[in-house]
């Protein structure tokens, strides 16, 4: 028994061992542990109490005692528990940080408000962001601190411009939950954005005050007032893509130039991230580094490297301030700056121990973005390049040196792509077949002319000789769509997934980071094998048989086709998010044709399961739903039910009101029904005030 216990000991020491031996290099994964930490908060279906935070508060701090002064073989795994319950109770503060007032219920009349925002919706309509925000005979405490609203219809002329105090006349509601039970989250991601109503108005807004002075908006008048010279006389789309990129004002790319570059896997190119900073900081590094080089009085009596360390850290920070804080942006930003910062004192720039350290700081100063696929594609694709750029530098003397350019270009495309592809396909239901095509023709574009040109274009402008340059990234953007949409005409260019269960992205999380990051054989073995199970588990993904908004105005009833749709218009945005979260590549009016439902307009009827299913909807459509509530039938109704209680299974807009989006599955045993309410829980931001 003793030898016995000896060899146990022994066999569990030894990991311990080999992590004491290899302490030093364990610091990327402090991200990994804390993001398990705040995966598991957003992961609740119901909020954690004060004891839970105080228990995980104090295990958190005692744990990294011990991870300090505790003995050595213990260090390790104290600092990885106290990583996660940290991330946990950061979790926590943020969500009560961030609170603000919620819209308790549905609002039409006027709206008040500055505007802090502009981007487009997702019918392609210009949308406005309000803060400052007064609504008529609705109290200041139940006054949400934003509220976004669409513009439709004609807007005679009305111009949004940043810091006008406007007023409009809306509709307004809390913003919706899942379209379906596991389903995206927009309650939340409104909680976490300070965005207490949503809504949409048919009439221009009214000008109340022009802003004076610049104040907080500083840098958005700035970048509107950039976006709008560079776009000033040129028609098209190409200056729109290029003041995207430039000045983060997306709000002149159409809903048409937006598909192309999905399509194509250009998407990112819209959205400031890591590559644009990166491509804006290499150059501005590059100009002074070779610039002061070329001047030999300056060259040998100064570290040019530093020096010009310096100057990208300056166009970062100016890059951050003018297209705005948001999450992508403040990543980059970051990361960039890490970076730069490690060249300041020899380190080495680009390594998995700079890019923990971004991923710390995001992560603190945001939890929540740990569930957005800007973090998660932006960090894989780092880590991936920077994974495989390691084992590049062993092999890369057997490549001629003139093929290793190509190759490399190549080589990263493809590592980032990896990398992202099954986040992006978890996120967005689709795989842009030609991503790879794509990226490799337009990001060569990307960093030799069009950024250079837009660096240089902003250095010549207070001069006015900025014209020449602002034509070169003209014709850089144009060719840039012009691959987006070749490519995204490509039969097949895109693939549509379902979307996975909920393990499925946490898995591939943890251990494709264990793949890139693990450093020993096995870790990175069992990592690889991690990923497979993940994907196994997607490949099994199991979609509603029955789906009915929360509403109860849109049913969709799957088949041998696919969903077919109780109605070929209207929800437009809850049945495009069915059929994509289906991996469905049709159309709502497709899908409304496919063989399922008969009947007149307002009163559909199908077989499902051993029921009659039976959908109402439109004036008088109680009336019809009560004299056809009888047994072995499912009724959806649109409006709230008005009659005595039948045999019938009921939805009608109370019930659902109250439940939410219903998925409902055939099983051996009968149906189970799974509401959108039961699947989001019991979350601050669900709550109605």
């Known amino acids: 028994m003793r030898h016995l216990w000896q060899g146990l000991s022994g066999w569990l020491a030894s990991p311990l061992v080999a992590l004491v031996a290899r302490r030093g290099t364990l610091l990327p994964w402090a991200p990994v542990f804390l993001s398990v930490g705040i995966g598991f908060y957003f992961a609740l279906r119901a909020e954690p109490t004060g004891p839970v935070v105080a228990v995980a508060l104090g295990l958190a701090l005692l744990l990294w005692a011990g991870g300090l002064f505790g003995p050595d073989l213990g260090?390790?795994?104290?600092?990885?528990?106290?990583?996660?319950?940290?991330?946990f109770v950061l979790a926590v503060a943020r969500a009560h940080l961030v609170a603000a007032p919620v819209l308790p219920f549905r609002y039409y009349g006027p709206v008040e408000g500055r505007v802090v925002d502009i981007d487009r919706s997702f019918s392609d309509q210009i949308r406005i962001t309000l803060d400052e925000v007064r609504l008529n005979d609705v109290a200041t405490r139940k006054t949400p601190a934003r509220v976004r609203v669409a513009l439709h219809g004609d807007q005679m002329g009305f111009v949004p411009e940043p810091g006008l105090i406007v007023m409009v006349t809306a509709h307004l509601s809390p913003p919706d939950g899942p379209v379906a039970p596991g389903g995206f989250d927009f309650q939340r991601l409104a909680w976490f954005s300070g965005l207490g109503a949503v809504?949409?108005?048919?009439?221009?807004?009214?000008?109340?005050?022009?802003?004076?002075?610049?104040?907080?908006?500083?840098?958005?008048?700035?970048?509107?007032?950039?976006?709008?010279?560079?776009?000033?006389?040129?028609?098209?789309?190409?200056?729109?893509?290029?003041?995207?990129?430039?000045?983060?004002?997306?709000?002149?790319?159409?809903?048409?130039?937006?598909?192309?570059?999905?399509?194509?896997?250009?998407?990112?190119?819209?959205?400031?991230?890591?590559?644009?900073?990166?491509?804006?900081?290499?150059?501005?590094?590059?100009?002074?580094?070779?610039?002061?080089?070329?001047?030999p009085v300056l060259g040998l009596r100064t570290d040019?490297?530093?020096?010009?360390?310096?100057?990208?850290?300056?166009?970062?920070?100016?890059?951050?301030?003018?297209?705005?804080?948001?999450?992508?942006?403040?990543?980059?930003?970051?990361?960039?700056?890490?970076?730069?910062?490690?060249?300041?004192?020899?380190?080495?720039?680009?390594?998995?121990?700079?890019l923990a350290i971004a991923a710390l700081i995001c992560l603190v100063l945001e939890p929540e973005s740990l569930t957005e696929p800007g973090f998660q594609m932006s960090f894989g694709a780092t880590a991936a390049l920077i994974a495989g750029f390691e084992q590049w530098t062993k092999y890369q003397h057997h490549v001629p040196a003139a093929l290793r350019p190509g190759l490399v270009m190549v080589l990263s495309s493809l590592l980032a792509g990896t990398a992202t592809a099954p986040i992006a396909a978890a996120h967005f239901n689709r795989i842009a077949e030609y991503g790879l095509l794509a990226n490799l023709l337009t990001v060569p574009v990307m960093g030799t002319v069009v950024m250079p040109a837009g660096v240089i274009a902003a250095l010549?402008?207070?001069?006015?000789?900025?014209?020449?340059?602002?034509?070169?990234?003209?014709?850089?953007?144009?060719?840039?769509?012009w691959v987006a949409t070749w490519v995204a005409g490509m039969k097949g260019a895109v693939v549509t997934v379902p979307t996975p269960p909920d393990i499925v992205l946490p898995l591939l999380g943890f251990f494709g980071a264990a793949l890139m990051i693990g450093g020993a054989r096995w870790v990175r073995a069992g990592g690889a094998g991690g990923v497979v199970l993940a994907l196994l588990l997607w490949g099994g993904a199991e979609r509603p048989d029955l789906l009915i908004s929360g509403d109860g105005t849109l049913v969709g009833l799957m088949t041998a086709e696919g969903r077919a749709l109780s109605k070929d218009k209207g929800a437009g945005f809850v049945a495009k998010s069915w059929l994509e979260d289906d991996g469905d590549a049709a159309d709502q009016p497709t899908a409304a044709k496919r063989a399922a439902f008969t009947g007149k307009k307002g009163a559909l009827q199908a077989a499902f399961a051993d029921l009659r299913l039976l959908v109402f909807a439109g004036k008088g459509s109680a009336v019809r739903a009560a004299d056809a509530c009888a047994a072995g039938t499912l009724v959806v109704l649109s409006e709230d039910w008005g009659g005595a209680g039948g045999d019938c299974a009921l939805f009608d807009r109370r019930k659902l009101r109250e439940s939410g989006a219903l998925a409902l599955y055939r099983e051996a045993d009968g149906l189970r029904i799974l509401s959108a309410k039961d699947w989001a829980g019991d979350r601050l931001w669900n709550r109605r005030r």
């Open 460 to 481: 010549l402008a207070p001069f006015g000789l900025a014209g020449p340059a602002i034509w070169v990234m003209e014709k850089g953007s144009a060719f840039i769509l």
């Open 75 to 87: 260090r390790s795994p104290a600092f990885a528990i106290a990583l996660i319950a940290g991330g």
């Open 199 to 295: 809504g949409y108005a048919r009439s221009p807004p009214m000008v109340v005050e022009r802003p004076e002075g610049h104040g907080s908006l500083a840098a958005f008048r700035l970048r509107m007032r950039l976006s709008a010279a560079m776009q000033a006389g040129r028609e098209g789309q190409a200056m729109a893509f290029a003041s995207a990129l430039m000045t983060g004002d997306r709000s002149g790319v159409t809903a048409e130039t937006n598909d192309a570059l999905r399509a194509s896997n250009l998407s990112h190119m819209v959205s400031i991230s890591g590559l644009h900073m990166g491509l804006l900081t290499g150059f501005v590094f590059a100009l002074f580094r070779y610039g002061l080089a070329l001047v």
């Open 304 to 354: 040019g490297k530093k020096i010009a360390a310096v100057a990208a850290l300056g166009a970062a920070t100016f890059y951050l301030f003018l297209a705005g804080p948001e999450v992508a942006t403040r990543r980059a930003y970051v990361m960039a700056a890490v970076m730069l910062v490690a060249v300041l004192f020899d380190r080495r720039a680009i390594s998995l121990r700079s």
